[in-house]
C-alpha cells in the first residue's frame, strides 16, 4: 500500500492498493520527513499495521486477520510528549493529555493503529497516527491517513498485522 499527496492538494492524498486507487485524507500540513508531536503533518516513511480499534454499537467487529479491540468511552490514547505512556492506549480519565478513542463523530468507528514512534516512543515524535474513517469531503487530519467507510471496508480483507503502508511524497 503506498500514499502519496494530490498534486496540487498537501492535505488530501491517493492510497494505491495494486491497481486500485482511493481518495484519502492526510494531516492539515500534509506529508513531513521531520514529524513533531502536535504539528499536523502526516509522517513519510514506512508504517505497519499493529491492530484495529471498532465500535460495537456501530457495526460488528471486521471480519478480517486483524487483531481487533471494542471501544470504550474509558479508552484514551496518551499525546503528553514527557508522559510514560506517551503514543501508548491509557484507561480514561487519565491526567495527562490524551484523545478519546471513543468519539462521537464517526471517524474512530473502525481505526487501524499504525507503528510510528511506537518502540520506543521518542519524545515529541509524533503520536497516535492511525488509518481511521475520514470526515465528509476528505477535510484534513491531525496527521492520521483517513478513507471513507466503503474504502475502509474495501482495504480490511487486505490488512493484517505487519502489512506495510508507504507514505511517500
Known sequence: MIVRARPGRPTQGILALGQRTFACALGRAGITSLKREGDGA???????????????DRGPVPANA????RTSPEQGWCDA???RNYNRPVALPYPASHEKMRREDHLYDIVIVLDWNM????????????LHLARPGYLPTEGC????????????????????IRVAP
Do not use: E, H, K
Not at 486483524?66 to 479491540?69: C, I, M
Not at 518502540?119 to 492511525?130: E, T
Not at 475502509?152 to 490488512?159: A, G, S, T
Open 81 to 83: 510528549s514527557g508522559d
Open 42 to 56: 502526516t509522517p513519510r516513511g514506512p508504517l505497519r499495521v499493529l491492530w484495529g480499534y471498532f465500535r460495537p
Open 66 to 69: 486483524l487483531q481487533w479491540r
Open 145 to 164: 491517513i483517513a478513507v471513507s467507510r466503503a474504502t475502509m471496508m474495501r482495504l480490511l480483507p487486505c490488512l493484517r498485522r505487519g502489512t506495510p
Open 119 to 130: 518502540r520506543p516512543a521518542a519524545r515529541n515524535r509524533g503520536s497516535a497516527i492511525f
